[in-house]
């Protein structure tokens, strides 16, 4: 007899490079602004001010290549980002051991239903509408960091129907990832099956039913998604 009154929920996974076995998620935390020009093409003040996250719902993962378009918006976003799957965790981790914590690195998209989030940000309300829905972070399979080490340099681009969009390096962040891991363990109990999508560049911007979408993290991954 099942001890759960219900089904048990499946459990959302990332395929792993090379592998057979799959990474499974806990929880998808976020960081905004994370690129100077991203900052200011939002609006916002690039210099380096206390981060912040926002999450997305381990269910709204997805590595099925199809972006299906959200309901109840006219106006939704892509943000590519670079992924990072954590392996371990615990509280107060320090910058220098932060990154023993990362089992491996991947290449996502925050999609976003920019006219929910607008709306959200004049009236003071959570982001979830606007980021947190069905199928909202469409990802690679991970490169595990033993195969390519921790990538603090390299391009990262997005380009849409063979139009480049996105594209910076990894070396323009204005939080590292070892500082998003220990300000993040601060304030939550982190743990193995966590994901960090690590911030977008500038260039975001509307996507559109038939869309082909090719995101590249140099020597790491890379992701094609169409939106249906």
């Not at 998620?25 to 900052?39: D, S």
């Not at 020597?219 to 249906?228: E, I, Q």
């Amino acid at each position: 007899m099942s001890k759960y009154v219900i089904d048990q929920p499946e459990v959302t996974v990332i395929p792993v490079q090379g592998s057979d076995a799959s990474f499974p998620i806990r929880r998808i935390y976020c960081i905004g602004r994370n690129y100077a020009a991203h900052t200011i093409e939002m609006g916002g003040d690039p210099d380096r001010e206390e981060p912040f996250f926002f999450q997305k719902n381990a269910q709204n993962a997805d590595t099925s290549g199809e972006f299906p378009y959200p309901p109840e918006s006219q106006d939704v976003h892509h943000e590519v980002e670079m992924v990072v799957a954590l392996k371990g965790g615990g509280k107060n981790i320090s910058v220098e051991d932060a990154l023993d914590y990362v089992y491996g690195y991947g290449i996502g998209i925050d999609m976003t239903r920019r006219d929910l989030q607008s709306v959200a940000k004049e009236q003071r309300r959570p982001w979830e509408p606007g980021k947190a829905f069905e199928r909202s972070a469409p990802m690679s399979a991970l490169a595990p960091a033993d195969e390519v080490g921790h990538p603090d340099r390299g391009r990262i681009s997005l380009s849409v129907n063979g139009d480049l969009k996105q594209e910076a390096d990894l070396g323009q962040m204005i939080w590292k990832v070892a500082e998003q891991i220990a300000y993040l363990s601060r304030f939550y109990d982190i743990a193995a099956g966590d994901v960090i999508m690590s911030g977008t560049p500038s260039g975001v911007g509307p996507v559109a039913k038939g869309d082909e979408i090719l995101c590249e993290l140099e020597g790491v991954a890379s992701l094609n998604v169409k939106v249906v």
